[in-house]
Nanobody
């Protein structure tokens, strides 16, 4: 079993930046693809970004492409989401998840989730 803990959320003005972290327990972090998803009030959880086990492949939702960057450090058992040029519509709870398969935007492919971290972007 994997436990995930997100951090780094907060309140930021439009145009600002935040860096989210997802710390994973266990010694098998490098065997998982990782993904970031977000959920705004009244909406379904949606895909944001995903990264393969060795960081070779990354995928982004069109809405964040060019502004967000996903990365990982397998030695630190941690995945990151660098968010730049933030917009009010990026406001949501952000979740990281693990996937034993390939990096994917399909939410149902993810096995474990963290508790989420709130990101609020003011206009």
């Amino acid at each position: 079993q994997v436990q995930l803990v997100e951090s780094g959320g907060g309140l930021v003005q439009a145009g600002g930046s935040l860096r989210l972290s997802c710390a994973a327990s266990g010694r098998t972090f490098s065997s998982y693809a990782m993904g970031w998803f977000r959920q705004a009030p009244g909406k379904e959880r949606e895909f944001v970004a995903a990264i393969s086990r060795s960081s070779v492949f990354t995928y982004y939702a069109d809405s964040v492409k060019g502004r967000f960057t996903i990365s990982r450090d397998n030695a630190k058992n941690t995945a990151y989401l660098q968010m730049n040029s933030l917009k009010p519509e990026d406001t949501a709870v952000y979740y990281c998840g693990t996937n034993r398969g390939v990096a994917t935007m399909r939410r149902e492919e993810y096995d474990y989730w963290g508790q989420g971290t709130q990101v609020t972007v003011s206009s």
